[in-house]
């Protein structure tokens, strides 16, 4: 059973900063692409972030680019998010996620590619 499970979500004012990690068991973590989405109240659940299965490709959405950092470790089957300069738009559960394959391409904008989804970590950011 593939089951991602996300902590380090929290309050922070504008301008902080966060890390959020996921830790994946159940399958050969380097075949799949991993990738963070997040989902604000009464908004669509949109991509994040996405990693290439060996680590050697980012992908990030246009808002969260230059401030989000997507990083991975194989051995321990962890993903990670840093967050810096954190804005209130930035307020959302955060999902982490792995779709088959190691390259991720165009997969943050296609979310039924990702079969495998965590419960989500709630990320706060007030002004």
């Known amino acids: 059973q593939v089951q991602p499970v996300e902590s380090g979500g929290g309050s922070v004012q504008t301008g902080g900063t966060l890390r959020l990690s996921c830790a994946v068991s159940g399958y050969t973590y380097n075949l799949y692409c991993m990738a963070w989405f997040r989902q604000a109240p009464g908004k669509e659940r949109e991509g994040v972030a996405a990693i290439d299965g060996d680590g050697g490709n980012t992908y990030y959405a246009d808002s969260v680019k230059g401030r989000f950092t997507i990083s991975r470790d194989n051995g321990k089957k962890t993903l990670d998010l840093q967050m810096n300069l954190l804005k209130p738009n930035d307020t959302a559960m955060y999902y982490c996620?792995?779709?088959?394959?190691?390259?991720?391409?165009?997969?943050?904008?296609?979310?039924?590619?990702?079969?495998?989804w965590g419960q989500g970590t709630q990320v706060t950011v007030s002004s």
């Open positions: 996620a792995a779709a088959f394959g190691r390259m991720c391409g165009g997969k943050l904008s296609i979310q039924q590619e990702f079969g495998y």
